[in-house]
């Protein structure tokens, strides 16, 4: 039975949402560039090693990337063509990758892998985790952790519920709510064969109540789905972090330090739903996306589909280009997404948008003292102090900062977005979280060794006897 009931959670902020620009547009192929930059690591986890060399004939949908460990995605040619070259090339996370560049031949050639693989019905859980791997599909809200990793979680985490993230909650962005009007019944077929991955029989699909033409399009494909709730969340940001979104749906707490299948459940984006069912159905791994390119740096906003590594210049290129003098072109959205150096940088799996922003748009006054007005305690979804961690990691006083849960902020920057003295309280958590958890994975390595050494030697000892 659908219902719409108003869930939320504690905390948050209400920014502007910027979306008119793009939320009316509907989805438009992308040209396809004369080249593309394919990283060989597009999601967390291990990078991937090239099967193609420099010289290679590629076509759409061959696998060119091979994972190195589970935790990792194939890549695969979003194009037919040549590879000209195997190198480092600028990421949109940061740094340079290496990446396969392929020289478009305007064909399209499909790769012969590419073919539908079945009825959902004949397909059993292994075949659905299996079609998630080999179509190299990963969380396509910006997470991009493996889809398949997800769906094995360990024994003893039983899984009951999946949700689907359509919140969109990130300003400026509008890719989720256009995927959900526009093809619906790809994301509730993806929904589906989540369920019958893991074997549950609870799904959720939930979407923001600022877009109640989403709403109602999805509460319409998933009619007749009687284990498939949608339902309306209070506009407010971070509605679509993990966490908030288990809570509104479902009453439970992740607890500190956990993850969602702590708590029994699965979550993922409506367009990694939406990928799987293509995957499905056709076949075609994830090789395109669904891009929000807006901002008042760009002269044409739009949500395009976008083939894997096409450059951003490109991308803005068929935009318009740019007006005015740019301040920041940022992957993303402007709360949690990440400010690029060069627009060389290719669309990866987890580029939800593109957002140009002009010079006079930025804040650049400096920070002041903190007044200890609390705004950003009272903000913090998770119910962190922002302004004590922000001292913590100032002072580099890392046990501190553990003590008062540091790695439990989720980076969503609803703390800034409040603080009337501008302190640049996310961008310091934000560091010490990354040491904090640095120092665990070292402490955690250290252990492991020290374990496998006493083993070693005690079996040794044994040995001798
Ligand atoms: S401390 Fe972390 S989780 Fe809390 S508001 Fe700031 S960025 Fe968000
Ligand atoms: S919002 Fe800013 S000024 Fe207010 S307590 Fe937090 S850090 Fe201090």
């Given at each position: ?376 305690v009272d903000a913090c979804p998770i119910g962190l102090i922002p302004t004590k961690l922000e001292a913590f990691s100032e002072k580099g006083m ?68």
């Amino acid at each position: 039975m659908m219902q719409l009931k108003l869930l939320t959670f504690k905390g948050g902020v209400h920014p502007p949402h910027n979306k008119d620009a793009t939320e009316k547009l509907p989805l438009k192929k992308a040209e396809v560039p004369e080249t593309v930059v394919i990283p060989l690591q597009q999601h967390i986890g291990a990078p991937c090693e090239p099967v193609v060399g420099v010289g290679d004939q590629v076509k759409l949908g061959q696998k060119i990337g091979e994972p190195k460990g589970f935790v990792s995605a194939p890549v695969h040619s979003s194009v037919s063509g040549k590879v000209v070259a195997i190198e480092a090339r600028p990421h949109p996370g940061g740094g340079k990758i290496l990446s396969v560049v392929i020289e478009t031949d305007g064909k399209d050639t499909l790769d012969e892998s590419v073919k539908s693989r079945g009825e959902l019905d004949q397909l059993s859980a292994g075949d659905i985790k299996n079609i998630m791997q080999e179509a190299g599909l990963v969380g396509m809200g910006g997470a991009t952790f493996p889809a398949h990793v997800k769906f094995s979680p360990p024994p003893d985490k039983p899984i009951d519920t999946v949700i689907l993230n359509g919140a969109e909650c990130e300003p400026y962005l509008t890719a989720d709510h256009r995927l959900m009007l526009e093809k619906p019944e790809d994301v509730v077929f993806g929904l589906k064969a989540m369920m019958k991955a893991v074997g549950v029989e609870k799904g959720y699909i939930a979407i923001e109540n600022n877009k109640p033409d989403a709403l109602k399009t999805m509460v319409e494909a998933a009619k007749g789905e009687n284990n498939i709730e949608v339902v309306a969340l209070k506009t407010k940001y971070p509605q679509g972090a993990e966490k908030q979104l288990i809570n509104a749906c479902t009453g439970r707490e992740v607890p500190s330090g956990g993850l969602p299948m702590d708590c029994g459940v699965i979550v993922n984006n409506v367009g990694t739903a939406a990928a799987l069912a293509n995957a499905i159905k056709t076949g075609m791994p994830l090789v395109e996306r669904i891009v929000t390119i807006t901002g008042s740096g760009v002269k044409e906003p739009q949500n395009l589909i976008v083939r894997i590594g096409t450059r951003f210049e490109d991308v803005i290129a068929q935009c318009g280009g740019f007006t005015g003098d740019i301040g920041k072109v940022i992957q993303g959205g402007p709360m949690m997404g990440i400010a690029q150096y060069t627009t060389e940088v290719p669309v990866i799996k987890g580029t939800s948008g593109i957002l140009v922003l002009r010079e006079e748009e930025l804040q650049l006054s400096p920070p002041m003292p903190c007044i200890k007005c609390s705004r950003c305690v009272d903000a913090c979804p998770i119910g962190l102090i922002p302004t004590k961690l922000e001292a913590f990691s100032e002072k580099g006083m890392l046990q501190e900062a553990e003590e008062y849960k540091v790695v439990d902020c989720i980076e969503c920057g609803s703390c800034s977005f409040v603080c009337p003295a501008k302190r640049p309280l996310v961008e310091r958590i934000r560091l010490s979280k990354a040491q904090v958890m640095a120092e665990k994975r070292k402490a955690q390595a250290e252990a492991k060794a020290k374990a496998e050494a006493k083993a070693k030697s005690e079996a040794q000892i044994k040995a001798e006897a």
